[in-house]
């Protein structure tokens, strides 16, 4: 299960305490959201372990949400070596995902 962030502080310790990590914003009213989360939970899970992954509600933290932009959900920021490396919003898919993280992800743990 992804850690919950439910500050900018958590989300602050989230980047900088791993060196990879993904933070899936979303809300509990978004079905597209749930059906996809576990999808990129399995992803990462088979593809890219050292991705931790986190997650944080727009609608409960909306001060996170506004700190980072996100205007709509689902939204997901990858961050590579403490730095935003990718974000993807709305049409999310999980393939191309993959195909993104793949090169960075091998130079980075590999």
């Known amino acids: 299960m992804p850690e919950n962030i439910t500050s900018l502080s958590e989300l602050e310790n ?3 305490n791993n060196d990879a990590a993904l933070i899936y914003f979303s809300h509990d009213k978004c079905n597209v959201c749930k059906v996809l989360k576990p999808k990129i939970r399995k992803m990462l899970s088979e ?3 050292e991705i931790k992954m986190f997650y944080s509600d727009t609608v409960l933290n909306p001060e996170i949400a506004a700190q980072n932009s996100i205007f ?3 939204t997901i920021i990858i961050y590579l070596d403490k730095k935003e490396f ?3 919003s709305r049409n999310v898919g999980v393939e191309e995902l ?3 993280l793949q090169r960075p992800y091998s130079l980075l743990f590999k």
Do not use: G
């Open 14 to 16: 989230a980047v900088q």
């Open 47 to 49: 593809n890219f372990p």
């Open 72 to 74: 709509t959900v689902p």
């Open 86 to 88: 990718l974000r993807k």
């Open 98 to 100: 993959k195909k993104e």
